[in-house]
Structure formats: structure tokens, C-alpha cells
T-cell receptor
Framework: EPEVTQTPSHQVTQMGQEVILRCVPI?????FYWYRQILGQKVEFLVS????????KSEIFDDQFSVERPDGSNFTLKIRSTKLEDSAMYFC?????????????FGPGTRLTVL | EDKVVQSPLSLVVHEGDTVTLNCSYE??????LLWYKQEKKAPTFLFML????IEKKSGRLSSILDKKELFSILNITATQTGDSAIYLC????????????FGGGTRLMVKP
């Protein structure tokens, strides 16, 4: 069964460093999302991406964050200058279409630890 | 602000018991409600509900939506230890991104 994959599974970084989290969507999916889950808290929406542009973003997704599809397959989330409060599990999710009712498929997540 | 509230926060039952998990929501542009199961990492999809009163069923799990009263329930009958997980309710918005707003989850523990 096709699945969303994410790398790395765990990233440890120093405060102020840049990190790039990678996601490989399911092949025929067109809508891409990033969510995060701080330990013990709710899953929170960060950003949605369609047709090579951001379609929606939350207040969390400030200027320190960016997304792109550099090669038409990978979907990346970059955090330019990490803060301690960025420590969380980051989930990529994808779905086929925005028109039909279909679910978002989640990847296994990247655990980001900022020291 | 969109809000999704789940209850109870946690639940401990014994194998064979039946459980009912609740999800209420206040969302500006409702499109659908989804249930996910989260064991170790990624949420895995269970159900998507778009219409009131139509029960979705998969094995021992079933779910129904009430769009008038703005809630959904997830039932699990004859629970097994493998049902132990966090169950997440999420509401999909009817907007450009179809983002999901999640509830805090219900942690279910099924004891042998």
C-alpha cells in the first residue's frame, strides 16, 4: 500500500540552526500539508500547499518557516533559525484532490529536538 | 476560532468492553469530520463523515455524525488490547487548503 515517507525520523539541532525536514508524498497526491505536535499537546496545522504554492497557513507558520517542492517529488519544510519551542513531532500529510471527499494520509513524522 | 473538543480525555477498559468516544466541534466552514488512530507515531485514518445520521462501520468500529448538534461519536465494540491508542477527531475546513483542526484526543487503554 502506498505511504507517505519522511526523513529524518529524528533530528537534533542547536538553537539558531537551520533544519530541513523532508517528505515524499504518495505519487498521485496533489495536496500537501505540514502539521506539528508538541509533546502532550494537540496536532496543529502549519501549512497547506497545492500547485506549487501555499494555499493556507496558520499563525505558527511565520517568516522562519518555508515550504517547497524542489524536485517535483520531495516536499520540504525549512525552519531558518530554530528555537527551543520548535521542538515537536512534525507530520507531513498528503491527499489526492481538494474536490472530492478524501482523507489526508500522514507520514510517520520527524521528531525535532532543539537544544 | 475553530474548536474541536474530545471526551473523555482517557479511558481504561477491559477486553470485551464497548467504548464510546465523543467529539464536539465549532467550525466556521465545515466540510467533513475525520477519525484517526494514533499508536506510536503517525495518525492512521479510520473514518470520514460528511452527512448526518449515516453510520460508517469497519469491523468492530463505527462512527456517526450529527451536523445539527455538532458532534460525532466513535464506538468500539468487543475491545481488544490492540485497540489501545490515542483516538483523534479532526474537522476539515471548506477553504482553499482543506486544513484539519484536531481535538486533543482520547487515550484508550484496553487491559487483558
Amino acid at each position: 500500500e502506498p505511504e507517505v515517507t519522511q526523513t529524518p525520523s529524528h533530528q537534533v539541532t542547536q538553537m539558531g540552526q537551520e533544519v530541513i525536514l523532508r517528505c515524499v508524498p504518495i505519487s498521485n497526491h496533489l495536496y500537501f500539508y505540514w502539521y506539528r505536535q508538541i509533546l502532550g499537546q494537540k496536532v496543529e496545522f502549519l501549512v497547506s500547499f497545492y500547485n506549487n504554492e501555499i494555499s493556507e497557513k496558520s499563525e505558527i507558520f511565520d517568516d522562519q518557516f518555508s515550504v517547497e517542492r524542489p524536485d517535483g517529488s520531495n516536499f520540504t519544510l525549512k525552519i531558518r533559525s530554530t528555537k527551543l519551542e520548535d521542538s515537536a513531532m512534525y507530520f507531513c500529510a498528503t491527499k489526492t484532490s481538494g474536490q472530492l471527499y478524501n482523507e489526508q494520509f500522514f507520514g510517520p513524522g520527524t521528531r525535532l529536538t532543539v537544544l | 476560532e475553530d474548536k474541536v473538543v474530545q471526551s473523555p480525555l482517557s479511558l481504561v477498559v477491559h477486553e470485551g468492553d464497548t467504548v464510546t468516544l465523543n467529539c464536539s466541534y465549532e467550525v466556521t466552514n465545515f466540510r467533513s469530520l475525520l477519525w484517526y488512530k494514533q499508536e506510536k507515531k503517525a495518525p492512521t485514518f479510520l473514518f470520514m463523515l460528511t452527512s448526518s445520521g449515516i453510520e460508517k462501520k469497519s469491523g468492530r468500529l463505527s462512527s456517526i455524525l450529527d451536523k445539527k448538534e455538532l458532534f460525532s461519536i466513535l464506538n468500539i465494540t468487543a475491545t481488544q488490547t490492540g485497540d489501545s491508542a490515542i483516538y483523534l477527531c479532526a474537522v476539515e475546513a471548506r477553504n482553499a487548503g482543506n486544513m484539519l483542526t484536531f481535538g486533543g484526543g482520547t487515550r484508550l487503554m484496553v487491559k487483558p
